[in-house]
């Protein structure tokens, strides 16, 4: 048998709290696919059953009854040994680390941070801008900014915006397209395989012929800059798409009905309640939630 990490009783709890492969992917940011690899090596290594497969989820077996209060034992332990190390700070300063949404990070937060540097000279910032997920009850951040609100964990969040999704491409390439009738009739940028699960990516797989999409990336830098070049259209949050220098693309009217439907995302700022008050990370987290608000984004 394999040594057991705190990613493997991290896992076993998500499935136990979320019901579902799908619901502990959307929590680690990653495809449900890779959670049920990740179970099934564990139970392999453990020689027994955690969860009962079905087509609503995952059940409890009678084991995972007897690994939860471990789990939940080890979280409850290091939220503790965070408050206890946290209280002692007093001062507006030291390493804040955040998590965020790519996008997010390229095209708020780097444009954003010289105001938090002005305003708080003794902090310093460290911004993970990959897809990964980070556990905020282990201290990988201190800060996360993400599409879902979490459901489990000692978690505070607070809902930043509503994203409401738009077509977009480079001024050139809508001005000689013009009214979009047709999303087949055009090229397009996607998601690569990491994260072909997300909405957006859904919805092209549904509306458009794979051919027309003429790139996959999972860097949405990547994808911006093709954008701008004119190779394709791309679907973002709508608030982002001026930051980006791009531009929506008007839709006929049938389009413009069919892609009202399309569900509207949200931003979501999260952090641990431990954590919550300690003032680098309480200076950070209101200064975001001033400028999203300012910035009428």
Same mark, same amino acid.
């Given at each position: 048998?394999?040594?057991?990490?705190?990613?493997?009783?991290?896992?076993?709890?998500?499935?136990?709290?979320?019901?579902?492969?799908?619901?502990?992917?959307?929590?680690?940011?990653?495809?449900?696919?890779?959670? &049920?690899?990740?179970?099934?090596?564990?139970?392999?290594?453990?020689?027994?059953?955690?969860?009962?497969?079905?087509?609503?989820?995952?059940?409890?077996?009678?084991?995972?009854?007897?690994?939860?209060?471990?789990?939940?034992?080890?979280?409850?332990?290091?939220?503790?040994?965070?408050?206890?190390?946290?209280?002692?700070?007093?001062?507006?300063?030291?390493?804040?680390?955040?998590?965020?949404?790519?996008?997010?990070?390229s095209y708020?937060?780097?444009?954003?941070?010289?105001?938090?540097?002005?305003?708080?000279?003794?902090?310093?910032?460290?911004?993970?801008?990959?897809?990964?997920?980070?556990?905020?009850?282990?201290?990988?951040?201190?800060?996360?900014?993400?599409?879902?609100?979490?459901?489990?964990?000692?978690?505070?969040?607070?809902k930043l915006?509503?994203?409401?999704?738009?077509?977009?491409?480079?001024?050139?390439?809508?001005?000689?397209?013009?009214?979009?009738?047709?999303?087949?009739?055009?090229?397009?940028?996607?998601?690569?395989?990491?994260?072909?699960?997300?909405?957006?990516?859904?919805?092209?797989?549904?509306?458009?012929?794979?051919?027309?999409?003429?790139?996959?990336?999972?860097?949405?830098?990547?994808?911006?800059?093709?954008?701008?070049? &004119?190779?394709?259209?791309?679907?973002?949050?709508?608030?982002?798409?001026?930051?980006? &220098?791009?531009?929506?693309?008007?839709?006929?009217?049938?389009?413009?009905?069919?892609?009202?439907?399309?569900?509207?995302?949200?931003?979501?700022?999260?952090?641990?309640?431990?954590?919550?008050?300690?003032?680098?990370?309480?200076?950070?987290?209101?200064?975001?939630?001033?400028?999203?608000?300012?910035?009428g984004i």
């Amino acid at each position: 048998m394999r040594d057991i990490s705190w990613d493997d009783m991290r896992l076993v709890m998500l499935l136990a709290r979320e019901g579902s492969l799908l619901g502990a992917a959307k929590t680690m940011g990653v495809n449900p696919s890779t959670i &049920g690899r990740r179970l099934e090596a564990l139970e392999s290594s453990l020689g027994v059953r955690i969860f009962d497969r079905t087509r609503q989820g995952v059940l409890k077996t009678a084991v995972a009854e007897e690994l939860l209060p471990f789990v939940d034992a080890a979280e409850q332990a290091a939220a503790g040994f965070i408050r206890a190390a946290e209280g002692f700070e007093r001062e507006i300063e030291g390493l804040v680390r955040i998590s965020s949404i790519p996008g997010v990070a390229s095209y708020l937060l780097a444009r954003w941070m010289k105001e938090w540097i002005v305003r708080y000279p003794k902090l310093q910032i460290q911004l993970d801008s990959s897809a990964s997920y980070v556990d905020l009850t282990r201290r990988e951040a201190d800060i996360a900014l993400r599409a879902y609100r979490p459901q489990s964990g000692d978690l505070v969040a607070v809902k930043l915006i509503e994203a409401k999704m738009a077509i977009v491409a480079s001024p050139a390439f809508v001005e000689e397209v013009g009214v979009l009738s047709e999303p087949a009739s055009i090229p397009w940028i996607s998601w690569g395989p990491a994260m072909a699960h997300l909405p957006d990516a859904l919805w092209l797989r549904e509306s458009v012929p794979e051919a027309q999409i003429v790139l996959r990336t999972d860097s949405i830098d990547v994808q911006v800059q093709a954008c701008l070049a &004119g190779v394709g259209a791309l679907l973002v949050a709508e608030s982002l798409a001026q930051e980006m &220098g791009l531009v929506k693309m008007p839709l006929a009217g049938e389009l413009k009905i069919r892609f009202e439907d399309f569900p509207a995302g949200a931003l979501w700022l999260v952090g641990h309640r431990a954590l919550r008050h300690v003032p680098r990370v309480a200076a950070i987290w209101d200064i975001l939630i001033e400028q999203f608000q300012r910035g009428g984004i």
